[in-house]
Every structure is written in C-alpha cells, then in structure tokens.
C-alpha cells in the first residue's frame, strides 16, 4: 500500500470521528496537526515530512508529554525511563533537545500502514500516555505541562 500524506490525515481524521471527536475541536491547520486529551494525557498527531537528499520519507507522529524532568532527579529519571523503553513495546519515552519535557512517542514510516494500524497505534499511545504521566509524576513529584501546541 502506498499512501501518501494526505491519505494517512484523512486516516486520523477518521479516528478522530470515531472516537467522538471533531475536526474542529482537534485539529491546527497552522501547524497541521490534531490535539485532543485523553483522560490526563494530552494527545498530538502529525505527518512529518523528513527530506533524505533527492526525496522525502512522511512519518506518522503520535506524542504525549507526560512529565517534566525535576532538577536534581535527572540520573535516577533517565535510568527509569530507559527500563521502561525495554519494558514497553510500541512506546518510547523520548527527551527532546534543551528541553526537561519528557513525552510518550510513537513514530513510523507512513508507507504500508492501513487504518487499523493507525488506529491500534494512536489508541495505545493514549492509554501509555494516560497512565505512565500519572504514574511518573506521582514516583517523581513533578509536573507534564508542555509549551508545544
């Protein structure tokens, strides 16, 4: 199956119908993407568009901040969030640069997806997300307020 960006949006924007959402209360056409909130966790989803020299790969990009990394803590939060990288399958819990922000992450090629995988990996990031930003704020005494959006 070869998509293309706009089929892979027009997959999310049929999940965001299904789970009783809509366009208008999800999606940025600024930043062409959709946020929602899922129980605590606040959801982002996104096609991006990664130049390789001659061509372009499209990944579809699923994030959730679930906390930020509290001064003083950083040696015991990295080697948690490592474990929990080889614990949960499907998730990596990822740090972007210059920034304490930690977030739920699922990335992949666009190429070969269908709905039902889009729909299985957007799904699980959200209760991932929803229950690991609870979890770990609770273990680190800290909070997930994000500045993306």
Known sequence: MSNTRESVEAMI???VAEVGLSIDQTYNAKN?????MKGSAKI????QEIPMGTYSRFFLRVFSPIFKVPAGKESVVYKKLLELNDK???LKLTLMPNSTQIYATFERDIQGMDYNELATTIADLEWWADKLDDELMQEFGTDYISDRR
């Open 44 to 47: 982002e989803v996104f096609v």
């Open 88 to 90: 949960y399958l499907g």
């Open 13 to 15: 924007n049929q999940y």
């Open 32 to 36: 062409r993407a959709w946020y929602w």
